[in-house]
């Protein structure tokens, strides 16, 4: 089964990056489309961006649209999401997600969660 683990999440000031990275340590998600949701307080989960399972292949959701790019290292089994001028908006828990489908945006397409990873983006 597949374990996701997030990392790089902290604390940065509006206008700065942060690189979130999301690595399966059970190198099961080869063959899966992987993907980046968030969760603000209140709110429910929104999808951010996905790539296919070859990387060839990228969709986003319109707010990060233009600032964030999501990539995925195959041999490293790693997926990444970089974000840059971030806005007091983008604060939310981000977790990483793998789906047997070839690129959804939807949450429940979706099979395996890693346990999120805080961001916060002060004004």
């Known amino acids: 089964q597949t374990q996701l683990v997030e990392s790089g999440g902290g604390l940065v000031q509006a206008g700065g990056s942060l690189r979130l990275s999301c690595i399966d340590s059970?190198?099961?998600?080869?063959?899966?489309?992987m993907g980046w949701f968030r969760q603000a307080p209140g709110k429910e989960r929104e999808f951010v961006a996905a790539?296919?399972?070859?990387?060839?292949?990228?969709v986003y959701a319109d707010s990060v649209k233009g600032r964030f790019t999501v990539s995925r290292d195959i041999p490293k089994n790693t997926l990444y999401l970089q974000m840059n001028r971030l806005k007091p908006e983008d604060t939310a828990v981000y977790f990483c997600?793998?789906?047997?489908?070839?690129?959804?945006?939807?949450?429940?397409?979706?099979?395996?969660w890693g346990q999120g990873t805080q961001v916060t983006v002060s004004s």
């Open positions: 997600a793998a789906s047997r489908l070839y690129l959804p945006s939807n949450r429940e397409s979706y099979n395996y």
């Open positions: 059970r190198r099961t998600s080869t063959s899966y489309a």
């Open positions: 790539t296919s399972w070859s990387g060839a292949d990228t």
